[in-house]
């Protein structure tokens, strides 16, 4: 209910289902295998297979951030698309929810750090 979705319908938020979050990502709830609890998911429309060289370095720096600094994990997902994990079991549905909606903004946040960072900033000289 949380999540503006009727409870009849709420094994569509369970993995391998996803649905879109606020920001156009796709999420997921991974259930506890034993306690009312989950762990939230997001998917990032990139694959690790893209990164070469000096992305690579990016890409890790990224991850060890996020783990160290946040408690998220940036892997791989079963798709083959990076995914962002919560490390956190979560058992009220206000804070899984509210974890949907921090994944997505974090998951933006990773990919604009991941995109942009090679990308010609708007104050630089022209080339006209």
Known sequence: ????????????LVAPRHFMGPS?????????????????????????????????????AVQGELLTALGWYLGTSAEGLLQLDSM????????????????????ITVLRTLLLVDAPHATGPSTN
Request: overall charge negative; cysteine-free; proline content about 7%.
């Open 1 to 12: 209910m949380q999540l503006g979705l009727p409870v009849s319908e709420s094994s569509q």
């Open 24 to 60: 156009g990502l796709a999420g997921r709830l991974e259930l506890h295998p034993e306690h009312a609890a989950v762990r939230v998911q997001t998917l990032l429309p990139m694959s690790p297979g893209e990164f070469i060289g000096q992305e690579v370095d990016l890409l890790l």
């Open 88 to 107: 956190t079991w979560l058992d009220d549905p206000v804070e899984a929810a509210a974890a949907l909606d921090l994944a997505n903004g974090i998951g």
